[in-house]
């Protein structure tokens, strides 16, 4: 499946997808924190910067604990995975006043993340498929902050490693046409 895009955009918006084949190569130090560098300049409401991040690096022993927090269909690939990642927001600012745009503020931070690895040749993959009550109690998160998602971040790896059902997935996907998706005025009936 070929991407193009129906109107003029950066290449790097059809190059980044979500693969799964990764080589279980740990992420160095100074891949993650280029990542973390990326994603801290993302927008966000009163630039309250709320997005936070808690990761384990392959084969220290962090990694483990995160790990099982997959559900089983994500664990039978992130096996291989260079670094596992959970992605917090601060819901109730220091403040006490409820914080409205703490998840759609991580949302942009784990886009402009997704999108600096992809262009560092990462796989970066991100998750809902884990036990975010299960995270919250194992990462000690407090209460004031949401626990979003989880990414698995590697080094690409053979699609003929991965089961049988996945390689046939191992592709990018295609998108509904874009004039389905913004409309002029009002939300059509
Ligand atoms: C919030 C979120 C949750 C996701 N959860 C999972 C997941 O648990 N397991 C998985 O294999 N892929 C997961 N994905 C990957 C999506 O399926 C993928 O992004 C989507 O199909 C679009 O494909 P692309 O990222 O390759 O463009 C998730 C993506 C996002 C943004």
Redesign the pocket.
Same mark, same amino acid.
């Given at each position: 499946m070929t991407r193009v895009a129906q109107y003029p955009i950066e290449p790097m918006f059809l190059h980044r997808? !979500?693969p799964?084949a990764m080589n279980g190569q740990p992420l160095s130090e100074e891949s993650l924190w280029r990542l973390f560098e990326a994603a801290h300049w993302a927008p966000s409401g009163g630039n309250s910067q709320s997005w936070r991040f808690v990761y384990a690096v392959a084969g220290e022993p962090e990694f483990a604990s995160l790990f099982d927090l997959l559900v089983d %269909?994500?664990k039978i690939w992130c096996e291989r995975a260079g670094a596992l990642l959970v992605v917090l927001s601060q819901s109730v600012l220091d403040n006490g006043r409820a914080n409205a745009t703490h998840a759609f503020d991580a949302g942009a931070a784990w886009m402009s993340l997704a999108l600096q690895g992809s262009s560092m040749g990462l796989v970066v993959? %991100?998750?809902? %498929?884990f036990d975010a009550e299960r995270a919250r109690v194992t990462l000690g998160v407090p209460d004031n902050f949401a626990v979003n998602?989880m990414i698995a971040v590697g080094h690409p790896g053979r699609v003929e490693d991965l089961p049988e059902k996945l390689q046939a997935r191992e592709q990018? !996907?295609l998108r509904r046409p874009v004039s389905e998706l913004a409309f002029k005025g009002r939300f059509p009936r």
């Open positions: 997808w !979500s799964r %269909g994500n993959h %991100g998750m809902a %498929g998602i990018p !996907s």
